[in-house]
């Protein structure tokens, strides 16, 4: 009977031993979530039409693309734009990179774009600093942008945390539309595209102006 309880001891310790060392086994890599391609990509600005008697056709400028594969950081960097009477621009440097293909590896896209003291159709946009950044993996998409001391048809614009913020009204049929995020799912891939600042207009010949675009998308 000692030999017994003896023996039944030992195989209880040895499971208890056990037990939680199993716990401590990690999940194959091959069942984690990877993403089998991404894509991305940041300008500085884009403008075509006219807007107060004044024709722009600028950009998309700087301007960088991700691979489906990902790579980088890949970036590009404008010292100015000066075009009298329509843009002004101090330094705009874009930035994108990403990865992908890599299982057991989580996988991202991000991108981002920054413009400093922008001034734009005779100062009706004036700004210190315009941002956008977004990111995509397999969690989904997010993003946002930053305006800096921002001045927009001589209104003063606060902080803009919300997404899609319409600044209205503006006079000239004009639309602005601050941090623009446009979300989009297409089978299994998420995919963003922010505008820091989105300027339309239906007037004349018609305007379509952007500063600060930052796009990712990421395919599971």
Do not use: W, Y
């Amino acid at each position: 009977m000692k030999s017994s309880r003896r023996s039944g001891t030992k195989r209880a310790l040895a499971s208890a031993l056990l037990t939680p060392a199993l716990a401590l086994v990690p999940a194959s890599p091959a069942h984690a979530v990877h993403l089998t391609s991404v894509g991305g990509g940041a300008f500085g600005v884009r403008a075509t039409g006219t807007l107060l008697a004044i024709p722009l056709n600028v950009g998309p400028e700087p301007t960088v693309t991700l691979a489906a594969t990902g790579g980088g950081p890949f970036s590009d960097d404008t010292a100015l734009l000066n075009l009298p009477g329509a843009l002004k621009t101090g330094v705009l440097s874009v930035k994108t990179q990403g990865q992908a293909g890599t299982i057991g590896t989580p996988g991202f896209a991000e991108s981002s774009a920054s413009l400093a003291n922008v001034a734009l159709l005779n100062k009706f946009l004036r700004a210190k600093a315009v941002k956008s950044h977004c990111r995509a993996d397999a969690a989904g998409v997010s993003g946002g942008a930053e305006l800096v001391k921002t001045k927009i048809s001589g209104r003063n614009v606060a902080e803009v945390n919300d997404p899609n913020t319409r600044l209205g009204p503006v006079p000239g049929g004009i639309t602005v539309k601050l941090n623009e995020q446009i979300v989009a799912t297409s089978g299994s891939t998420s995919s963003i595209t922010v505008n820091a600042v989105h300027i339309t207009s239906t007037v004349g010949g018609g305007l379509d102006v952007i500063i600060g675009q930052s796009r990712c998308s990421a395919t599971t």
